[in-house]
């Protein structure tokens, strides 16, 4: 009889311990479950949004994607800024005699060749793909200028 009873509480002990393993994993499986719904309707959204945006650009993905470059170019320049935003220019002593053959300071030399030295806003572009619209100027070839 003690060892019915110690089989039966065994067996109840069992199943409750499988019954909460069970919840558990259908807890996880539905977080998941959950969490894949959400990325799908946020990919959803994205796809019915660029669907609408080349629609509004006359079927044209090149132009869709060019006005997409185009909200992009305030937080390009932003970044680019940035790389320069805490450099203390106004702690620089520069002894010049101002005689440079251009015309120009030491100073404003090295400030116009930092400035330069960072990607135009054309290349950037031009590294995703996207060729930016004439009335965002444009690029210069300054080897055939000379």
């Known amino acids: 009889m003690a060892k019915q009873q110690v089989e039966i509480a065994a067996d109840a002990e069992a199943e409750r311990q499988r019954r909460i393993a069970r919840g558990e994993a259908d807890a996880i499986l539905a977080r ?3 969490e894949a719904e959400g990325i799908q309707k946020v990919l959803d959204a994205k796809a019915t949004g660029y669907k609408s ?3 509004s650009a006359s079927g044209d993905p090149k132009a869709a994607a060019t006005l997409l470059m185009v909200e992009k ?3 390009m320049v932003q970044a680019q800024t940035e790389a320069i935003r805490n450099l203390k220019i106004d ?3 520069v002894w010049d005699s101002g005689n440079s053959p251009d ?5 404003s030399n090295f400030v116009s060749s930092l400035v330069q030295s960072l ?3 054309h290349d950037v572009a031009k590294m ?3 060729e930016l619209p004439d009335y965002l100027g444009s690029m210069t070839d300054e080897d055939s200028e000379s």
């Open 91 to 93: 702690k620089i002593t």
């Open 128 to 130: 995703s793909g996207v």
């Open 53 to 55: 945006l080349v629609g």
């Open 119 to 121: 990607p135009p806003i």
């Open 103 to 107: 015309g120009n300071s030491a100073t």
């Open 32 to 34: 998941y479950e959950a």
């Open 73 to 75: 170019i305030e937080s």
